[in-house]
């Protein structure tokens, strides 16, 4: 597994009125492209991949989002990956794919709170009530990729790349702080 690289600590960076954003804990992820059945990679991830854009399936510690026709995002405890990969691997012959662990790559910030779906729209241009509880989609935020997945009404989850995490934060944070100041 990749050891991740991050420069903030799992845990509260802000709060305000209007929302927290916080690190979530590292967590093992892993990018797979597939095509055509894919019945195989139930046994190795314990879960069937969704297949529409947008869709999550869970069990358990794994997690996946579907981003594009033959492309997953998968999240998994740490101490699973290099299982996941071995299974995966015996089906190599069978069924090509690619499976990457980009478990070092990522920073995922979790932002919740009254406001969290207005402070995404800062940088987000997507239409966030058309993202629905379960759902997660590939965007931008202030033009850094990001993956949003969101978890309910008011808590979303955003995937960012290391090198942007410090930028995004900083836009957050200052986002954070201007919405708490129009209710004060």
Not at 28 to 46: E, H, I, M, Y
Not at 108 to 128: N, S
Request: charged fraction near 20%.
């Amino acid at each position: 597994m990749n050891a991740p690289a991050s420069s903030f600590a799992p845990g509260l960076l802000v709060e305000t009125s209007a929302a927290r954003v916080s690190v979530a804990a590292p967590c093992g992820r892993l990018s797979l492209r597939a095509r055509g059945d894919l019945s195989p990679f139930v046994t190795p991830l314990g879960l069937t991949l969704p297949t529409q854009i947008g869709e999550r399936a869970a069990s358990g510690a794994v997690e996946a989002i579907c981003l594009g026709p033959d492309e997953w995002m998968i999240h998994a405890a740490e101490d699973r990956i290099g299982a996941i990969e071995a299974a995966c691997t015996a089906l190599y012959e069978n069924h090509p794919h690619s499976l990457v662990d980009v478990s070092g790559r990522e920073t995922t910030f979790v932002i919740d709170g009254p406001r969290a779906a207005e402070l995404l729209t800062l940088g987000c241009p997507r239409d966030l009530e058309r993202l629905k509880y379960g759902e997660g989609r590939r965007t931008v935020f202030d033009g850094a990729t990001v993956i949003l997945w969101r978890d309910a009404d008011n808590t979303f989850r955003m995937d960012v790349w290391h090198s942007f995490a410090p930028y995004l934060f900083h836009l957050l944070d200052t986002g954070c702080r201007e919405l708490a100041a129009e209710t004060a």
